[in-house]
């Protein structure tokens, strides 16, 4: 074995030793910084999450609601919670449609 291939194989056993030694010693500060950043990211995140869950389970419910009472040609107040602009112009169509096919089947 020749002296340069003997000091590469070193150099390698001297490189895992230092990387196994780094990886006992712990997460660093930047890392656990980085850690605590990311956790907030992911709270943050969940809570928009079940807001947007909660917004369209109410709308849902509204929306059978109003189409188990055969539609209706006016949105009641609660829909502007869930739906405006022009979203809410085609709910409230759509709405119409469900009570005028109810009245002349």
Do not use: W, Y
Not at 77 to 87: A, K, N, Q
């Amino acid at each position: 074995m020749s002296s340069r291939s003997m000091r590469a194989g070193a150099i390698a056993l001297a490189a895992v030793m230092m990387s196994s030694m780094v990886a006992c010693s712990g997460p660093s500060a930047s890392e656990k910084a980085s850690a605590s950043f990311h956790n907030s990211v992911s709270a943050a995140r969940d809570a928009l999450f079940e807001e947007a869950k909660a917004t369209n389970q109410g709308f849902f419910d509204l929306e059978e609601s109003l189409l188990l009472q055969g539609g209706t040609q006016t949105p009641p107040p609660d829909m502007s919670r869930f739906v405006m602009g022009e979203f809410a112009d085609d709910v409230s169509e759509h709405n119409a449609i469900v009570q005028r096919e109810a009245l002349d089947p």
